[in-house]
T-cell receptor, first 109, second 115 residues
Framework: EDQVTQSPEALRLQEGESSSLNCSYT??????LFWYRQDPGKGPEFLFT???AGEEKEKERLKATLTKKESFLHITAPKPEDSATYLC??????????FGDGTTLTVKP | ETGVTQTPRHLVMGMTNKKSLKCEQH?????MYWYKQSAKKPLELMFV???????ENNSVPSRFSPECPNSSHLFLHLHTLQPEDSALYLC??????????????FGPGTRLTVL
């Protein structure tokens, strides 16, 4: 059975305090790993897609990396507007998609 | 209108009511999805439509009935719901569905409360 586990469940940072979110996965045939951001009362917003181990993608203060077992979302010098829930999802060769529970990030000014 | 829109944004219904959720995508995509997001649970994929044909039904109870009249519109008809069906219902679209890894673009969701 495909599994996606995100940690920590919640993360509180001070503005400017860099950190990382983790997404561990166990799937039978990974086609792609997606990161989304979700603000309260809104739908998830696409951030990145990673397809193979060693791949990295960056967008502003965010950088996503992928290994054969996990993905990290690194947040450098976060700002309060980065506060949101970050979701990880895996798509498999069988055409299935599985989402993690998400990490709720709060950045204090 | 741009992106993916959903109406209504909030819905309160009794267990005996019949209501429908509407989703419209303005992205020219061919695949559309319904997801359920409950508190403290990951997103659950309910249905997938690809070129108006249903390609996936993840063992969803029959009290949820999807309809996809064309590639731009998706409905979720609700009847005889249970309180545990209260959740945020999200619609998404992508260029194509099935085994692709196309990025999915989500609507804002409909917050459903079943009394």
């Amino acid at each position: 059975e495909d599994q996606v586990t995100q940690s920590p469940e919640a993360l509180r940072l001070q503005e400017g305090e860099s950190s990382s979110l983790n997404c561990s996965y166990t799937v039978s045939g990974l086609r792609g790993l997606f990161w989304y951001r979700q603000d309260p009362g809104k739908g998830p917003e696409f951030l990145f897609t990673l397809y193979s181990a060693g791949e990295e993608k960056e967008k502003e203060r965010l950088k996503a990396t992928l290994t054969k077992k996990e993905s990290f979302l690194h947040i450098t010098a976060p700002k309060p507007e980065d506060s949101a829930t970050y979701l990880c999802a895996v798509h498999t060769n069988a055409g299935k998609s599985t989402f993690g529970d998400g990490t709720t990030l709060t950045v204090k000014p | 209108e741009t992106g993916v829109t959903q109406t209504p944004r909030h819905l309160v219904m009794g267990m005996t009511n019949k209501k429908s959720l509407k989703c419209e995508q303005h992205l020219g995509h061919n695949a559309m999805y319904w997801y359920k997001q409950s508190a403290k649970k990951p997103l659950e994929l309910m249905f997938v439509y690809n070129f108006k044909e249903q390609t996936e039904n993840n063992s969803v109870p029959s009290r949820f009935s999807p309809e996809c009249p064309n590639s731009s519109h998706l409905f979720l008809h609700l009847h005889t719901l249970q309180p545990e069906d209260s959740a945020l219902y999200l619609c998404a679209s992508s260029q194509s569905g099935g085994r692709s890894t196309d990025t999915q673009y989500f609507g804002p969701g409909t917050r459903l409360t079943v009394l």
